[in-house]
């Protein structure tokens, strides 16, 4: 099983062969891939899965991409998911359509698949910064997820792996609630069965290591809904 933080990228192409074709390569690069075949498999599939990224083709059977992306983006939970739209039309009046219907960006066929590895990473650099290798800071505290290590107030803290998921997950929205279920699909992923317990046993971890040298405990319990960041 991929380790659990890794992004989940949906590739929705009706095309069998780019479809897989896409997939090999966003698995090579160490994402967890989702496949879809039409707009209504994406649909569904969106609503169980919580993607960090889609790709998407226009022309789909059914549902078309560019409805997919309209209902995607109407959607508060899922509207801040970027979204890649793939197509064969390349005149200026479609990719304008393309991006006002939402599409954050948008590929013209044939593509060069080292350039999309390029966006696919940009985006997610946006949304899973620390998921790519990135740097994150939240008060004093600074995640470096390249190096694996956390830093508060200068000092280094020491973190198990998933007090250091745990506190990436946080640390890229701070001030979001996230459940219980949340956070166990997050960072212990849906492949396995973990007693929600077990998110409060790490989460006093966390707010152990995050206090050790002082200052304040930066994770808030919300009553009946979860914990956040702030």
Same mark, same amino acid.
Not at 36 to 64: F, K, Q, R
Not at 136 to 158: M, N, P, Q, T
């Given at each position: ?12 192409? !009706? /095309?069998?062969?780019?479809? /897989? ?5 966003? /698995?090579? %690069?160490?994402?967890?891939?989702? *496949? ?22 226009? @022309? ?5 991409? +560019?409805?997919?992306? *309209?209902? =995607?983006?109407? #959607? ?7 979204? +890649? @739209?793939? $197509?064969? &039309? $390349? /005149?200026?009046?479609?990719?304008? &359509? ?10 013209? #066929? ?6 999309? @590895?390029? &966006? +696919? ?19 004093? +505290? ?6 694996? &290590? =956390? ?6 803290? #020491?973190?198990?792996?998933? %007090? ?8 890229? #929205? ?12 997050? =960072?212990?992923? *849906? !492949? ?39």
């Amino acid at each position: 099983m991929a380790a659990p933080e890794l992004p989940v990228v949906l590739v929705v192409e !009706d /095309e069998p062969a780019q479809r /897989e074709v896409l997939a090999y390569n966003l /698995e090579a %690069e160490g994402f967890r891939v989702a *496949r879809a075949e039409n707009g209504e498999e994406a649909l569904l599939l969106i609503e169980e899965e919580t993607p960090d990224l889609i790709v998407l083709d226009w @022309m789909l059977p059914s549902v078309s991409g +560019i409805e997919v992306c *309209r209902q =995607v983006k109407s #959607k508060s939970d899922t509207r801040g998911i970027p979204i +890649i @739209m793939l $197509s064969a &039309r $390349s /005149e200026e009046v479609d990719r304008v &359509r393309g991006l006002e219907t939402g599409a954050d960006d948008y590929v013209v #066929k044939p593509y060069s698949i080292v350039e999309l @590895m390029a &966006r +696919i990473r940009a985006q997610l650099r946006r949304v899973r910064p620390a998921a790519v290798g990135g740097t994150l800071e939240f008060g004093d +505290i600074r995640l470096d997820a390249e190096s694996h &290590r =956390v830093y508060r107030a200068g000092e280094v803290l #020491k973190l198990g792996p998933t %007090e250091f998921r745990l506190l990436a997950t946080f640390m890229e #929205k701070p001030g979001r609630v996230w459940s219980r279920e949340q956070l166990l699909d997050r =960072v212990w992923g *849906r !492949d396995i069965y973990v007693d929600t317990r077990t998110v409060d046993v790490h989460i006093g971890r966390l707010r152990k290591a995050l206090c050790r040298h002082g200052g304040e405990d930066p994770v808030r319990t919300v009553r009946g809904a979860g914990y956040a960041l702030g």
